[in-house]
């Protein structure tokens, strides 16, 4: 049984950051393909970003957060820097193990998926 838990989210005004993590447990952490999403209320769930052995973000987000992972505490990260009111979702932690086809941003080529948590920036 593979589990993701994820930290709280927070608040934060606009400008401001937040850190995220999800650690993974019942799998082998360091060969999946990790990633994050967000999804606000009536809206589809979005790609964030991705990590394998090179990672990878949404134009939205890139050169504002950074995702990273601690293999030894099979854990992820995303660091999220100079937030805007439009980063405000709950946000999501996906794993995949390797195999296949897989498109990093899709969020339907995951297999388990953390509980989310809810990110608040104010303006």
């Known amino acids: 049984q593979v589990q993701l838990v994820e930290s709280a989210g927070g608040l934060a005004q606009a400008g401001g950051s937040l850190r995220l993590s999800c650690t993974v447990s019942?799998?082998?952490?360091?060969?999946?393909?990790m990633g994050w999403f967000r999804q606000a209320p009536g809206q589809d769930r979005e790609f964030v970003a991705a990590i394998s052995s090179r990672t990878y973000y949404a134009d939205s987000v890139k050169g504002r957060f950074t995702i990273s992972r601690d293999d030894a505490k099979n854990t992820v990260f995303l660091q999220m820097n100079s937030l805007k009111p439009d980063d405000t979702a709950v946000y999501y932690c996906?794993?995949?193990?390797?195999?296949?086809?897989?498109?990093?941003?899709?969020?339907?080529?995951?297999?388990?998926w953390g509980q989310g948590t809810q990110v608040r920036v104010s303006s």
């Open positions: 996906a794993a995949r193990a390797p195999g296949g086809t897989i498109t990093v941003l899709r969020a339907s080529d995951y297999t388990y």
């Open positions: 019942g799998g082998t952490f360091s060969d999946y393909i």
